[in-house]
C-alpha cells in the first residue's frame, strides 16, 4: 500500500514455520486456491486453464464437489482430477447450540489439534466468527484462548473450511451475512493466510461476499494493520485498556506497539479507507470498569472516527478476572454515550457453551458448558433489562 510508504506502518516478514505444508505429489486443496492460483496450477498440469473457472463455479456456486458430477468437464479431466485436487474439509468434530441459538462448531486440524468457530444470528444477520490460529501468543491475560500458546498458524484451506463445513450445515434458506476474524488466534499475526482466505469470501469467482461484511479483529499489531486498509475490509482494534499503564497489565503487545503508535496506525486506516474503526473494550471488573476509564477512553480515540464495543468479560476458568455486575455495566455504557461516543454494550451471545469472545480454546481442561444464569441480563439494554425484571415480578407475584 503506497499510503503507508514512510509511515509507521512499515512491513514485517513472518517466518511460516508455524504453517503445516503440503505433502510432495499429493493432490493440492481446492480450498487452498484463488481462481489466479488454480488456473497456474492446472496449466502446470497440461490442462485449459478456463476449466478453473468451471470448477470454481460447480464448487462455489453449486456447492458440487464429485468430479465425476462436473458435466462440463471432458471425461479424461474428470478422471484426472482426484489426483490434482482434493476438495477435503477440515472434519466437524463438536457442534453444539446455545439456549440464545449461537452455533459453536471444532474442526479436526489434524496432528491432533483443533480450532473453533462460531455463528451468532441476530435479527437481519448471521454472522460467522472464525478463527485464524491454534491457540494464540498475543497472551492477553483475559482470552482463554492466550492461555493456549500458538501451536499452529492455520492455512487459508483451514479458515475457508470453517466457513464451507458451517455453509453447508445452515438450515434451507439461511446464508452467513457477516464474517469476523474473532475466533481463535490474532488474524495479523497470520497475514499471509488470512488474506488470501479474504480473497476468496469476497471474489466473485469464490464465496462472492461483500468487503464491507468482512471485519478483521485485531490486539494491534501495527505494522500489519496496513493490510485490512489494502484489502478494502473493515478494522476492529482491541483496546480494552483506557491508558497504556492498564493496557500493558492486560496486553503485552502494548509494551511493543503502545496506545499513541496504535492510534496513529488508526488514524491513517481512516485517512486511507474513509471507514470508521471498531474499538473493543473488554469490561474487567476494579480494573478497565470505572467511569473515570470511560473518561479516558473516550478521550484516547478522540482523533479516531469511530465505534466502541464494550464487551463485558466472559468467564473462564481461571482466569483470575471478574465480569462486573449489571449496574456497572449500565453506568460505564451511559456514561459514554453522555460523553458523546458511538457506543453498543455488546450482548455475549453464547456464553453458556463457552462460544462467546474470549471463550474460545481447544485445551482440554476446558468445560463443555457453563451456567449463566447469575448474569442473565448482563449485555442487554436497559429496556430489556427493566421489561424482563416486571415480568418477573409479576410471576413471583401470581405464584
Ligand atoms: N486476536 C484478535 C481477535 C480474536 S479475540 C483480537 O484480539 O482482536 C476477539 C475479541 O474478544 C477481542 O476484542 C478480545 O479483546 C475479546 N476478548 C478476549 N477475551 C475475552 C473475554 N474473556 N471476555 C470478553 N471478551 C474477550
Ligand atoms: Fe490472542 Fe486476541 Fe486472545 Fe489477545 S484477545 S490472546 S490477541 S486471541
Known amino acids: 500500500m503506497e499510503a503507508n510508504a514512510g509511515s509507521i506502518l512499515a512491513p514485517v516478514n513472518y517466518s511460516d514455520d508455524n504453517v503445516a505444508k503440503p505433502l510432495e505429489n499429493q493432490p493440492v486443496n481446492f480450498y487452498s486456491l484463488t481462481l489466479e492460483d488454480l488456473k497456474a496450477y492446472i496449466k502446470s498440469k497440461g490442462k485449459e486453464q478456463f476449466r478453473a473457472q468451471q470448477i470454481f463455479k460447480w464448487v462455489y456456486e453449486q456447492r458440487v464437489t464429485d468430479p465425476e458430477q462436473m458435466t462440463n468437464l471432458s471425461k479424461e479431466f474428470r478422471q484426472d482430477l482426484p489426483a490434482i485436487l482434493s476438495f477435503e474439509l477440515p472434519p466437524v468434530l463438536q457442534h453444539l447450540k446455545s439456549v440464545d441459538g449461537t452455533q459453536k462448531f471444532l474442526f479436526d486440524m489434524k496432528d491432533g489439534m483443533s480450532v473453533e468457530a462460531v455463528v451468532i444470528p441476530s435479527e437481519d444477520r448471521l454472522t460467522l466468527c472464525i478463527s485464524s490460529e491454534v491457540g494464540c501468543n498475543m497472551a492477553c491475560k483475559f482470552c482463554f484462548t492466550g492461555k493456549q500458546k500458538l501451536k499452529r498458524r492455520l492455512r487459508t484451506e483451514d479458515i475457508v473450511g470453517q466457513f464451507m463445513q458451517v455453509h453447508d450445515r445452515l438450515a434451507e434458506g439461511q446464508r452467513i451475512t457477516n464474517i469476523v476474524f474473532m475466533g481463535m488466534g490474532e488474524p495479523l499475526d497470520n497475514p499471509e493466510a488470512v488474506f488470501k482466505t479474504i480473497d476468496v469470501i469476497h471474489s466473485p469467482w ?194
Not at 471498531?278 to 474487567?284: A, G, I
Not at 476494579?286 to 464494550?310: F, S, W, Y
Not at 481447544?362 to 433489562?385: H, W
Open 206 to 399: 469464490g464465496i462472492n461476499l461483500s468487503r464491507k461484511k468482512i471485519t478483521v479483529s485485531t490486539s494491534g499489531i501495527v505494522p500489519e494493520m496496513w493490510r485490512v486498509a489494502d484489502a478494502k475490509v473493515r478494522l476492529a482494534v482491541s483496546l480494552n485498556g483506557p491508558n497504556d499503564e492498564i493496557r500493558s497489565q492486560v496486553m503485552p503487545i502494548n509494551k511493543r506497539w503502545d496506545t499513541k503508535t496504535l492510534l496513529e496506525a488508526c488514524k491513517e486506516h481512516y485517512r486511507v479507507s474513509k471507514d470508521k474503526i471498531t474499538f473493543e473494550y473488554v469490561l474487567l471488573k476494579g480494573i478497565t470498569d470505572q467511569l473515570e476509564h470511560a473518561r479516558q477512553l473516550v478521550k484516547l480515540v478522540k482523533d479516531v472516527p469511530c465505534k466502541i464495543n464494550i464487551i463485558p468479560f466472559n468467564e473462564h476458568p481461571g482466569s483470575g478476572y471478574e465480569r462486573p455486575d449489571d449496574d456497572t455495566i449500565q453506568a460505564f455504557h451511559t456514561e459514554l454515550m453522555n460523553l458523546g461516543a458511538h457506543v453498543l454494550l455488546r450482548r455475549s451471545m453464547g456464553r453458556d457453551i463457552f462460544a462467546a469472545c474470549g471463550q474460545l480454546t481447544t485445551v482440554k481442561e476446558r468445560p463443555q458448558t457453563m451456567d449463566i444464569s447469575n448474569s442473565r441480563l448482563a449485555g442487554l439494554p436497559k429496556y430489556k433489562r427493566e421489561l424482563l425484571a416486571a415480568q418477573e415480578a409479576e410471576q413471583n407475584n401470581q405464584q
